[in-house]
C-alpha cells in the first residue's frame, strides 16, 4: 500500500495547553502589518494566546492585519514558523535588544497582566 503523504509533518504542532511568559524572551516576533493578510493561521499556535487582530479601525479593512500582545510574547517563533508554512512571510524576528531600541518598548520579566486566556479561564 503507498504511504500517505503527510503535507503537514514540517509544520509545528497547535498549542492545547497555554502557558505564562516566567522570563525575559531573547527574541519578539513582531507582525510586519503591510504583508499580514489577517488570516490567523498563527494564532493557535502561540503558547501564550498573545495575537490579536489590529483594532479595526486602525486600516479600516475587514479582515485586519494581527499584532502581538509583546509584553506576553516568549519568543518561540512559533508563530513566524506556522506564518512562513502555512500561510505568508509576514513575521520578523527580533533580538530583544534590538526591538527595545528600535520600537522604545521595555520588555518585563513576566507580563503585567494574566494572558487574557488564561484570565478569561478558557
Ligand atoms: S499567519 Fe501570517 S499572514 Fe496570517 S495572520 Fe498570522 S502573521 Fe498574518
Ligand atoms: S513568538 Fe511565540 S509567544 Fe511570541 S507571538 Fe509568536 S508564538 Fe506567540
Known amino acids: ?9 514540517k509544520v509545528g504542532r497547535v498549542v492545547d495547553k497555554l502557558a505564562a511568559k516566567k522570563k525575559r524572551p531573547k527574541f519578539m516576533a ?3 502589518e503591510d504583508n ?12 501564550t494566546d498573545c495575537i490579536r487582530p489590529v483594532p ?10 494581527v499584532q502581538v500582545i ?3 510574547c516568549m519568543g518561540c ?4 514558523k506556522a506564518c512562513a508554512d502555512l500561510a505568508w512571510d509576514a ?3 527580533f533580538p530583544l535588544a534590538e526591538f527595545e ?11 503585567t497582566d494574566p494572558v487574557p486566556a488564561l484570565a478569561a479561564g478558557i
Open 1 to 9: 500500500m503507498a504511504k500517505k503523504f503527510d503535507h503537514y509533518k
Open 30 to 32: 513582531v507582525i510586519d
Open 36 to 47: 499580514c493578510t489577517g488570516c490567523q493561521v498563527c494564532v493557535p499556535f502561540c503558547p
Open 56 to 65: 479595526q479601525a486602525k486600516y479600516g479593512l475587514p479582515i485586519p492585519p
Open 70 to 72: 509583546y509584553d506576553h
Open 77 to 80: 517563533m512559533a508563530c513566524q
Open 91 to 93: 513575521i520578523r524576528k
Open 101 to 111: 531600541t528600535r520600537f522604545g518598548i521595555e520588555i518585563n520579566d513576566k507580563p
